[in-house]
């Protein structure tokens, strides 16, 4: 920047202008003499586009995005003129530099407080008489009724605003269908984008591609909204007296709305929107003078007053007389009913509510273009629009496809690689044209064919003919900007390239900006362009990389395709690896090689496959090495078979996949389980296992699980947000097994009555089924149950745990129980009387029930005297937390007593059993192999019963589990005695100290046989203690000393003794 402009700039900002007309100035006003112009007010400005002062380095005035104004309007004064000194430049594209808002000077507004108040307008430097009764006629303008030149401007801009929100967009003259604006998902609270790409309009995170959008807010509801939001911070930022301030904050900040969102996402379709449903009363009540703005429409080279500003980008032809205009601009200013709508741009003291307070307002605009907005400029209010919503998407399927739409949705749902990307409009349009004139398999879509296919249409249009070739050279631009990590483009960048004009208006959006000194950016008519999504751009670079680029260049540059930046081009170069993709591209540039493309085609396959040899492929190394790097490497292998489409590669990936493969917790999403379990299909031998829990795969990667159930022995699919029509698809796959699958876990997704009723139909089919957390209820339990009653060959598990059926599923279940080996029922809301039914008909069985499960169901003692009938047809009875008293076990011991083959096991853990019970239980211990009484206020006295109990034992107890009770040393001690009647005892959180330990391990030493397993966990016995339990480690195979309290010095105990041991301690 130049001394000389510096200054000029300082001095346009301080000192006060003269009124001076310009023959430069573009008016619309007739042209007058100076002398005969309106008097001049200080806040009068100009748009001056042509030139303007470069700012100073650090000059908060340039730190805004968008186009935007310097300085106001007054607006309660109603003189305006074109001066030449005072300008108004319009700024794209910013980076915000400074954190400091503007400071207060005659080209900027009064700081936020003050301007809530009402500013006295300055006198004017020189008046003359005549300038005098110009005012005076203004006054009495303001008060006459609105003139008929008034009426006429209003009734052609509805008309106009009208015929540009009914504009065919050209998306859609492209595809020859008209369509109507569908509304959008809106959130009224935006997330804060930290990421680049993210905050220039651009979306890859996953997560945000499968969130369903949702809206808490509709348009119509915008204005109202706003104003309780200013409504809510005027009363925080304003002192109780203080009402005129408060009014004034509110009028200006309660009408405008900010509203952002990434690109193609819909924001000019919803401008229009919102622009027809205001002609019609319904955005915003009543609506006078209307303007919807375009900011690629704007005519960055003229100057014009605001007035001008406003009309000219919506009538060019409008004339009217210097009168005319005052009144014009006086109804405007004092009208409530104005709405000005700016699509993808900002003028700075409109969106801030400096300039035009009573109108109201909508600014739509990509998230960085608002966000570095100073806070001072920025709307208070603000709504992000999300996309599609299901509802919506259908709407305008419909509109496109007609009768088609449903036949085309149905396949569209079953290809998540694609369909994660339809809640973008944009790509939900291109991708319902691809598919219109698709019969193919669904799964062998991707979005590479997609951009293909939408490429070779449109160079056939208008858009392109004659400059098809220039495509290679739009690839190669692409190219070496991902390279850069380039998001925009100057006019040398098209030039550098070759590239004309035709085709970047073709490819790309254009925006206006222009380069200054570390990094800011104001206005001097350079264009700066972006493509439209940076998809595209990764696209084309793609597309350069596999049909354009040079094998020897492809060679070097294969081995970066890992890397994370290069996650989406990679997939492409895959993609253009498919034989008719390649056919298509071949034909949109001027040069290419089909050979060349088949060699990098093999340098590919050698990426994934090292020349088919196992121990040397990308896949197996990866495989074998850390969790984390595996699983990602893993699926970033299947996503390139699938998009290389080609049957050997695909076969040998599958053929090296891990026979146990689990990928629980790893952030899945439904395009990765796609591109698996396309994969998988061209496996010969089954997985034993597969395991995707927790993982958001919801509806769309369960169908895509759908397509190769018959490639798992077991499927484990906890809490994958899998819903009923999920479900259902499992289901019709399951029934064309030939082979049964031995396990199917869904526990934990919402699949309800209708998920149940899926599955009751192919029951057959299963060897155990997990559905824990489903919520099912009563009538899906029937469903099931009818159909297990059907069953030639028992089901070996049913697990129904944490499903509300209560006592009348309960019923339902009892009708079929001799079909199952082991039943899982906790905590489903079962009572006494459902435990009744239970147990009528578990006295009826002829083979014992391996294993019932009724923890957490309050049953009480009544319920543990109903179970107490039948023990002898349980192998293992599991009564956790189901309120069960000393009575309820007397009972249940009195029947263990009269047993002829001891219960596997009981477990009783957290009912209030205390030390009668313990003693109850004290009596039949010989009848148990493992008891489990954790949580159940045993003391000392009972653990003393039980064990001289244990010391009558001829046959040791398998496993005694005492956790959590407060038995403290003298139960230790007890315990001591008996020792060699154990093969386990747990003790965890006992509240056992340094003695008690020293007593356990002095009997640990007189041991014959080792002990299997000694649980001390969470007893604080310290370091010291340590010392004892070192001397018998011999005799111990395993010991758990978690949160002991041991320290450091306790470990080195543990590892010297360790040392000294002639045979491994299995586990400490």
Known sequence: MTEEGSNTHQQSRDVEPQSISTPQTREILPQQDTAQMCPVNSKNKVINIDKVQDPQFGDTNIHTTGPVFYAPVELHQHFYSVQQQQTVQLIHEQPHTSTQPPPTSSLDPEPEKHSATTTQPRTPTSQSTSAQSSASQHQQANQAPICEKCEELKSRLRREVKAAASEESALA????????????????????????????GHYHCKEELYNIPESDITGEAMFGRAKQTAKQKAERKFKANEMEAKQNYIEKHGNVVGVVGQAGIGKTTSAKRWALQALDGQLCGRVSFIFYIVVRLLNFTDKMTFLQFLISTMLSDWNCTPDEANIIITSICSDPHVLIIFDESYLKYLAGGNLLPRARKIFTSRPAQLYKLHPSYRPRFIVQILGLTPTSQNELGRQLCGEKYNEIHQKLTQNPN???YCYVPVNFILTLNYLVNYDGDIQFVSLTRVLAFTCSQYVTTDHLKGHECELDKLAKMAWDAFLEGKLVFKDKDFKKAGIKTSTSDAFLTTSVTKQVNLKLTILDGHKVRYFSHLTWQEFFAAFYMMVIMPLKEFRKQQKQLTEDKWEVVSKFVFGICDTKVFYQLKTLVSTYSSEDWSLKKICLAELLTANMNPKKSLLNKLVNSSKKLSQKTLLQVCTWAHEMNDPDITSFVASILPDMLDLSDSSLFPDDVENLSFVLQHRANPLKSLDLSFNKIGDLGASSLARCLQKFEELVLRGCDIGSEGVRQLGDSVLQLKTPLKSLNLSFNKIGDLGASSLARCLQKFEELVLSGCDIGSEGVRQLSDSVLQL???????????????????????RCLQKFEELVLSGCDIGSEGVRQLSDSVLQLKTPLKSLNLSFNKIGDLGASSLARCLQKFEELVLSGCDIGSEGVRQLSDSVLQLKTPLKSLNLSFNKIGDLGASSLARCLQKFEELVLSGCDIGSEGVRQLSDSVLQLKTPLKSLNLSFNKIGDLGASSLARCLQKFEELVLSGCDIGSEGVRQLSDSVLQLKTPLKRLDLSYNKFGYISVS???????????????????????????????????????NI
């Not at 089901?795 to 499903?803: I, T």
């Not at 010991?1039 to 309290?1045: A, E, F, G, S």
Request: glycine share 4%; aromatic share 8%.
């Open 1028 to 1066: 004892y339990l070192a001397r018998c480690l011999h005799n111990i195979e395993k010991l758990d000393l978690n949160w002991c309290n041991i320290g450091s010095e306790g470990v080195r105990h543990l590892f010297d003794s360790v040392l000294q041991l002639e045979k491994p301690v299995r």
């Open 173 to 200: 003259a492209f595809l020859d269908r008209a369509t109507e604006p569908v509304p959008v998902a809106l959130i009224n609270k935006p997330k804060q984008i930290d990421d680049e790409f993210q905050a220039k």
């Open 792 to 814: 030639k060959t028992p089901l070996k598990s049913l697990n129904l745990s944490f499903n509300k059926i209560g006592d009348l599923g309960a019923s339902s279940l009892a």
């Open 418 to 420: 694609v369909f994660a």
